[in-house]
């Protein structure tokens, strides 16, 4: 069975830590909050451990988790090598929302790099994850604890919902505060290589270390050109209605996605619109929903997932959304509005 137990991150109980910190030496899941989504949690030097995530969440096999850490020094025993830019980066956003691939050292058992030589590191800025790594022995794998292809969870009742019956305990402590998943670079290529976009932007990570790219396979049209991280070629983010992102000056935007509306539940079809607090009144469709303000880019991140989850839970079956390429983080934005609308996009 799941327990469900509340946590204050100001306050840490440190009992109920070590009580997680049990299961998950004993080869048990865990899901516990972090700065950007929550995670599935298992002893990343563990075999076992990492096989209980992927059959909880239903996850490919081939598809690599992150291992968390909490000391900077915790990175020698899990990589074979560690370039001077990631040591850089890591004193600038360690802990933070950013993810590192390194060639990993045989401590790393491929279950838990879904069978690849590199390994994916970070160290979370959430007191809660920082406790349960340290009382855990150091290392823990974790992926977003949603299930296989659903929007990543931001609240506790997100992960019950998925993966109830699949995980002993879920460590509630609240929202999370920014609401997607961490930027991921691979320094191993000539360039280093952003392979997921996320809170640390490719220019805060150009001012560290100089020039760095986006991966191509993240932009392309072409088939053919597959994105380096395997789980972003995976449908994903996915709500279960069919999403459409509307694109273009902000009148014409609210123009057309009232007229596709009305269409829609004029043939019966259940309808949801996501919109601003500026454009939100200029809807006519009953289940508008505010993403927050148009000038609070990190409110639209944050709630973003939260929202998805919303209108599957109504049973909402076409969403209509504005789209949100603000000037910071809106890259990382638009690359989860996008893929979970399946690139369906109409320009006006
Ligand atoms: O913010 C986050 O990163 C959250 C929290 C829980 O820390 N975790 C997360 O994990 O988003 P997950 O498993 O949902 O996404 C990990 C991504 C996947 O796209 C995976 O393919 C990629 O990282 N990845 C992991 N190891 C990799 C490797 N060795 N090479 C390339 N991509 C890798
Ligand atoms: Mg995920």
């Known amino acids: 069975e799941t327990l469900v137990k509340k946590i204050d991150c100001k306050n840490i109980d440190i009992n109920l830590i070590r009580e997680a910190a049990q299961l998950i030496r004993a080869g048990e899941l865990v899901a516990f909050p972090t700065e950007t989504v929550y995670g599935l949690g298992a002893d990343a030097l563990h075999r076992e451990g990492a096989e209980k995530i992927y059959s909880a969440k239903g996850r490919p096999s081939d598809n690599p988790l ?5 000391e900077f ?44 030589e590199t390994v994916a590191v970070r160290m979370p800025d959430h007191p809660v994850a920082l406790a349960l790594i340290r009382e855990s022995g150091g290392y823990i794998a974790a992926p977003s604890a949603n299930t296989s292809g659903k929007p990543s969870p931001t609240l506790a009742e997100h992960v019950y919902l998925d993966l109830k019956g699949r ?130 880019e990190d409110a639209i991140a944050r709630h973003l997932y939260g929202i998805l989850r919303e209108f599957d839970d109504m049973e909402i079956d076409d969403i209509y959304s504005e789209s949100f390429a603000t000037p910071r983080i809106g890259q990382a934005i638009m690359n989860r509005l996008l893929k979970a609308a399946g690139h369906q996009v109409i320009n006006v």
């Open 167 to 296: 995980v002993p305990l879920i460590l509630d402590g609240g929202g999370v505060g920014i609401g997607i998943e961490s930027t991921i670079i691979d320094l191993s290529e000539k360039v280093p290589t952003i392979l997921r976009p996320g809170y640390i932007t490719k220019k805060m990570i150009s001012e560290i270390i100089g020039e760095v790219r986006d991966d191509p396979g993240l932009i392309s049209e072409d088939a053919a050109v597959r994105p380096k991280a395997p789980g972003m070629k995976y449908k994903h983010y996915a709500p279960k209605a069919d999403l459409t992102v509307i694109n273009g000056p902000q009148k014409q935007v609210i123009k057309k996605i009232n007229e596709l509306s009305a269409e829609k539940l004029a043939r019966g079809r259940k309808v949801g619109v996501i919109g601003t607090d500026e454009s939100i009144s200029c809807y006519q469709c009953t289940c508008a929903k505010s993403i927050g303000s148009r000038c609070d």
């Open 73 to 116: 020094k915790a990175l020698e025993k899990i990589t074979a090598a560690v370039p001077q830019e990631a040591w850089k980066l890591a004193e600038k956003f360690w802990p933070g929302p950013l993810t590192m691939i390194f060639p990993k050292s045989s401590a790393v058992p491929k279950t838990t790099t879904g069978g690849m």
């Open 66 to 70: 992150i291992v968390h850490i909490a």
